[in-house]
């Protein structure tokens, strides 16, 4: 009988094992990026999956803040959205964050923003500025985790852009100074001595 148990044991063991493997090959959930909050003049709503607005459109959800014309919001997966707005332009704003990564604005004729893959594309003249810089193109995905930008001037078209550098650094009044931009010392004169030798 205490072998008995003994395999049991030993079952129950590799079972668990096994359920702790299988859950962790398992693909990780999507993540859920928060309450989106819409306003507009008219809006149609068809079930939870599906809802379009019309008139002075503007959605707020985890700092961006997308304006235009019309939207329409799909939820494909539970928790998460797309977001498709079109306007004459619509636009993009995504405030600086604590690392020091600079605000980015953005306008375009089309602007989708899906929550899945944390991605907002822009088409259709689109005109972004990250900071000072300056970007123009047809094509852009702007990844909003990794603040990185990605351009496609498409068909004939080119991307345009336009870095601003940093303004020069002043120095402070009684600060050291590291010996850039510093004349060098005059060279030591000779003085003759009024003394007779």
């Not at 003994?6 to 668990?16: F, N």
Request: no cysteine; charged share 20%; proline share 9%.
């Amino acid at each position: 009988m205490s072998r008995r148990i003994d395999v049991l044991k030993g079952s129950l063991v590799v079972a668990l094992l096994g359920m702790t493997l299988v859950g962790a090959a398992a693909p990780a959930p999507e993540r859920l990026r928060g309450p989106i909050k819409i306003t507009a003049q008219r809006a149609e709503l068809e079930h939870r999956e599906y809802a379009l607005y019309r008139g002075k459109v503007r959605m707020e959800s985890q700092g961006i803040v997308l304006t235009g014309d019309r939207l329409e919001l799909r939820q494909p997966a539970k928790g998460q959205y797309e977001a498709r707005l079109t306007g004459a332009p619509a636009h993009l704003d995504h405030p600086g964050d604590a690392k020091g990564g600079p605000p980015v604005s953005a306008s375009a004729a089309t602007i989708v923003y899906d929550t899945r893959s944390a991605t907002v594309d822009l088409s259709g003249g689109v005109q972004l500025a990250r900071g000072p810089d300056q970007l123009t193109s047809n094509q852009v995905r702007y990844n909003l985790d990794a603040r990185r930008i990605t351009a496609n001037g498409s068909g004939t078209g080119q991307v345009q852009i336009t870095i601003t550098p940093p303004p020069p650094e002043k120095e402070t009044p009684g600060a050291v100074n590291s010996g850039q931009n510093t004349p060098a010392p005059a060279p030591a004169r000779r003085t003759r001595s009024l003394k007779p030798r």
